[in-house]
């Protein structure tokens, strides 16, 4: 069965500082990968995605992803982290076998020291 | 406003209650999802619909049924309401356009069973 994983429930970093954000998934054959991000108290967005087109993705509000198949991995980073960065972040994936589900991750908090 | 919208956003009941959780989105979107998101689990889920009339399971569908008569709504249903069913359900839905289409989540509603 497909399935991602996040490593890291609560990732903490200084303002200003890289976020590195880690995502691995499981599949034979390379799906469709997702990074969405849900701030306090609302439904989640999508940041970026991943669609067999080029491997490093470029997203929303600086952060970008780049896919590598020799590690089954999607990781999520942005440069310098800004407050407004504090949320959680879902790493998320798409069977190549499915025209519709999408597998969660379970998340990770991501809290910014001032 | 256009988008998706859920209703109500809170909601407290007892054990044994029905309860409906309403799902409404503008878009014309032919697949809606219905999700519960519980700590340490990220989003599970629970239905999903491809059109109107059609519907299917996802991966925790017990004690939960779903109905599509128009392609705007999605009402998720707790037949008889249990204190395990106490979590955040959020709604979604997505364009037909591929197996990387984005999808678009409601803000979400926050159901307490007593």
């Known amino acids: 069965a497909q399935s991602v994983t996040q490593l890291g429930s609560h990732v903490s970093v200084s303002e200003g500082a890289l976020v590195l954000l880690r995502c691995n998934y499981s599949s034979s054959v390379p799906p469709y990968l997702f990074w969405y991000v849900q701030y306090p108290n609302q439904g989640l967005q999508l940041l970026l995605k991943?669609?067999?087109?080029?491997?490093l993705v470029k997203g929303i509000n600086g952060f970008e992803a780049e896919f590598k198949k020799s590690e089954t991995s999607f990781h999520l980073t942005k440069p310098s982290a800004h407050m407004s960065d504090a949320a959680e972040y879902f790493c998320?994936?798409?069977?190549?076998?499915?025209?519709?589900?999408?597998?969660f991750g379970s998340g990770t908090r991501l809290s910014i020291r001032p | 406003d256009a988008g998706i919208t859920q209703s109500p956003r809170y909601k407290i009941t007892e054990t044994g209650r029905q309860v409906t959780l309403m799902c409404h989105q503008t878009w014309s979107h032919s697949y809606m999802f219905w999700y519960r998101q519980d700590l340490g689990h990220g989003l599970r889920l629970i239905y999903y619909s491809a059109a109107a009339d059609i519907t299917d399971k996802g991966e925790v569908p017990d004690g939960y049924v779903v109905s599509r008569s128009k392609t705007e709504n999605f009402p998720l249903t707790l037949e008889s309401a249990t204190r395990s069913q106490t979590s955040v359900y959020f709604c979604?839905?997505?364009?037909?356009?591929?197996?990387?289409?984005?999808?678009?989540f409601g803000p979400g509603t926050r159901l307490l069973v007593l």
């Open positions: 998320a994936v798409r069977p190549y076998s499915s025209a519709s589900k999408i597998i």
């Open positions: 991943y669609t067999s087109a080029a491997t």
């Open positions: 979604a839905s997505s364009e037909d356009s591929g197996r990387g289409e984005t999808q678009y």
